[in-house]
């Protein structure tokens, strides 16, 4: 059975840090592409931050130089560290793994709140 549990979400101030983490469970956590898309009240989910079975990475514009995606293949599990919160941030954060169109995986979500 294929899981993907995110956690480390929360309330921050502005200015703050947070780290997401995203276990994996019931596929070949090493070859997949692992995201972190968010999706914020009445908006459109959107890819924050990817890392392919590479390790190469991309991000959206607005959490270039404040968000790092890693990953650790021993553990199954992929991160999501960000630094430098703005309210703008404040979304449910999801974590996807992908291989192909019929091999693609989401987690349940994680709330992330930045305000003071």
């Known amino acids: 059975q294929v899981q993907l549990v995110e956690s480390g979400g929360g309330l921050v101030q502005p200015g703050g840090s947070l780290r997401l983490s995203c276990a994996a469970s019931g596929f070949r956590f090493s070859i997949y592409t692992m995201g972190w898309y968010r999706q914020a009240p009445g908006k459109q989910r959107e890819l924050v931050a990817a890392?392919?079975?590479?390790?190469?990475?991309n991000y959206a514009d607005s959490v270039k130089e404040r968000f790092t995606v890693s990953r650790d293949n021993a553990k199954n599990t992929a991160y999501l560290q960000m630094n430098s919160l703005k309210p703008e941030d404040t979304a449910v954060y999801y974590c996807?793994?992908?291989?192909?169109?019929?091999?693609?995986?989401w987690g349940q979500g994680t709330q992330v709140t930045v305000s003071s």
């Open positions: 890392i392919t079975s590479g390790g190469s990475t």
């Open positions: 996807n793994g992908f291989l192909t169109v019929l091999h693609n995986y």
